[in-house]
Every structure is written in structure tokens, then in C-alpha cells.
């Protein structure tokens, strides 16, 4: 079973950053560089993104593209 304090709540972005809430409360931030397709992509189509599987994926339908669990950011990046 998948620990839901990993799950995503929001998700925001800041110049080159894709920050994300987790439902803790912990906030994640993620260099665009690391994510080719949404750092390509224009800020409206970055913006237009939705919480799937209860929080544990991050879905841009305009790009096709998704990142299945906020897990997988937490195994890359430090908390802010």
C-alpha cells in the first residue's frame, strides 16, 4: 500500500520550478530542466494540469504526459 502523506495536493509554478504540496504539507520544488516536455511546453499548457489516482499522479492532458507519483519526485529532489 502507498503512503498517501506522498500524495500530491497542489501544484504551482514559479519561473523555471514545478512546485509541488504534498497532502503533509511538504512542498517539493522541481527544476523544469529535469522535466523536457513541460519545461518545451507554454505556461498554459504547464497550467492546465489535473490530480489523478487520488494525488498519486500529475496529468497534463494538453501535453499527453503524466508523472505517476509524487513519490518519484520525492526519490529525486530535497524538500524547499
Do not use: H
Not at 18 to 30: A, H, Q, R, T, Y
Not at 34 to 43: D, E, G, K, M
Amino acid at each position: 500500500m502507498v503512503n498517501e502523506k506522498f500524495a500530491a495536493a497542489d501544484i504551482r509554478f514559479q519561473e523555471q520550478f514545478m512546485c509541488v504540496e504534498l497532502m503533509d504539507g511538504s512542498i517539493f520544488k522541481v527544476p523544469l530542466k529535469y522535466l523536457p516536455i513541460l519545461n518545451q511546453s507554454t505556461q498554459d499548457e504547464r497550467e492546465n494540469w489535473e490530480l489523478c489516482g487520488n494525488g498519486f499522479a500529475i496529468c497534463w492532458p494538453d501535453l499527453n504526459n503524466y508523472i505517476l507519483t509524487a513519490s518519484e519526485l520525492i526519490r529525486e529532489f530535497k524538500e524547499v
